[in-house]
């Protein structure tokens, strides 16, 4: 049995202003502008007969968003545990190797990262076949992409002599190297860029990182024995989970253990990892310019142009990443995008939300879209998805009122539940318990003006909710 793990833990910094930390690149549409680069990762898995659904792990603040991409490419997890605490890559596949054992004791593990992207489907099968074959042998098994030029960001895989066809042993992993010696790595033929990807047997990685790592073996085992399930999800317990030193699985295993191998592979692929590298994934124009949306261009060159909301015009100009969304704009020398981390700490150091959110907010009801705001009021767009509910709660601070422009809404409010229509409004007095529900086909708009002496989005009690948050959430 086979089963795919997908981490979908990281939050894309890099790739600030669209990606945010809580909606990260891998649940954006960045590359294909109908699927996602997570839903991407699930579609081109292999449809043999002993493959299973995935088990995804992901951080907790992004769960109902993973869970509703995989439903709607019609792709549902086996399991998707959730993280309370990020800890790096050995901890988080040491649970999904745990839920895959609850599953198959024999189960073999495809471990791909969310965000990366493949161009040679055919040759990915191939060595997926490949790797199956080493894992069911009892081998650690990683994927050494062929390096086509100099890269300096990521790190490398020193591949030693073969062992079978296509199939070598692994001398060493080399760290991020100078400019100078990435020439030399992309030269040699025996160097292969780290792909992050890796096949085993459950038993076997956990019975490694138990020799090299045995807090992580002992943390993730009882933070998954502890664990308790809520609705589609496996809550880990948070203290046991936070006791697991934070370490990658090249650090805490394949670094250490005589069992690993590398498959060397031209998959076409990227980390997706920069604006230059999403750059690289269009073939760009006679210019050298690759241009998303609405933008318009003058004596530009080599730049990559991206307007999710406006019109974006440059003249002028040449080597620049410029990306603009509602609520920010990043302009940036193709040479230092490795440099917008930098930028995303400021933002969260200053305590601005724009590192965190954009304008529009997705929730597992659907979603909001501030508007306006100045002191005292402010006013948002809210869509509520088909037979969705928000929670039955209340506000210390504020009150609403709600004027309905599409669909019909169901609304509670206090000891009475009523509709509104199109072109109705109803209020929302401040401290009332009051729930808002779609129960049409369609989704339900409204405009929500509110006003009161604090608007934060922390002034809430639930009293109900079918999502199973809490006020903490």
Not at 42 to 62: F, G, M, S, Y
Not at 142 to 171: C, K, L, M, N, Q
Not at 206 to 234: M, R
Not at 456 to 464: A, L, N, S, T
């Amino acid at each position: 049995m086979l089963i795919p793990v997908i981490l979908s833990g990281g939050t894309g910094s890099r790739l600030w202003p669209l990606s945010r930390e809580l909606y990260p690149k891998q649940l954006l549409n960045l590359v294909n502008q109908d699927t996602s680069l997570l839903q991407d990762t699930v579609l081109r898995l292999p449809t043999t007969p002993d493959i299973q659904a995935p088990i995804v792990v992901c951080n907790e603040a992004h769960r109902f968003m993973v869970a509703e991409q995989l439903h709607a490419i019609n792709k549902p997890a086996t399991r998707i545990l959730l993280e309370p605490i990020g800890r790096n890559t050995a901890p988080a596949i040491a649970i999904a190797a745990w839920q895959a054992m609850a599953i198959n004791a024999e189960a073999v593990l495809l471990v791909l990262p969310a965000d990366h992207t493949i161009a040679n489907l055919p040759h990915f099968h191939q060595v997926i076949a490949q790797g199956n074959a080493q894992a069911l042998a009892g081998k650690l098994v990683t994927f050494g992409i062929v390096p086509d030029y100099p890269e300096t960001g990521y790190g490398y895989i020193d591949a030693g002599e073969e062992v079978s066809t296509g199939v070598r042993h692994i001398s060493q992993f080399v760290e991020k190297p100078s400019a100078e010696v990435a020439k030399q790595y992309c030269q040699s033929g025996h160097h292969f860029w780290n792909s992050g990807m890796f096949m085993f047997r459950a038993d076997r990685y956990l019975q490694e990182l138990k020799q090299f790592a045995p807090q992580i073996h002992q943390a993730t085992q009882q933070a998954f024995e502890q664990a308790i399930e809520d609705l589609d999800f496996v809550r880990l317990d948070q203290k046991a989970f936070a006791g697991s030193p934070e370490d990658s699985i090249d650090y805490a295993v394949m670094e250490h253990t005589q069992a690993s191998v590398v498959i060397p592979a031209d998959l076409g692929w990227s980390d997706v990892g920069s604006w230059t590298a999403l750059a690289d994934l269009t073939p760009p124009d006679a210019h050298g310019n690759v241009q998303r949306g609405d933008v318009l261009v003058e004596n530009t060159s080599d730049c990559y142009i991206r307007a999710e909301h406006r019109l974006v015009t440059t003249v002028g100009v040449s080597n620049l990443v410029i990306v603009e969304t509602k609520d920010a704009v990043l302009v940036a020398n193709k040479d230092q995008v490795q440099s917008v981390k930098q930028l995303v700490n400021q933002l969260a150091s200053q305590q601005r939300t724009e590192y965190q959110l954009h304008k529009q907010v997705y929730r597992p009801w659907g979603s909001y879209e501030g508007i306006d705001e100045e002191d005292r009021f402010q006013v948002k767009r809210i869509t509520v998805k088909p037979g969705a509910s928000l929670s039955l709660q209340k506000h210390f601070h504020r009150a609403e009122h709600w004027i309905v422009v599409k669909g019909t809404a169901k609304v509670t409010c206090g000891e009475k539940t009523f509709l509104v229509s199109e072109n109705e409004s109803t209020y929302i007095p401040l401290g009332e318990k009051h729930r808002l529900e779609n129960p049409g086909k369609i989704p339900l708009e409204l405009i929500e003006v509110q006003s009161g002496s604090y608007l934060g989005e922390d002034d809430i009690v639930r009293f109900d909710d079918v999502y199973g948050r809490s006020d903490q959430q």
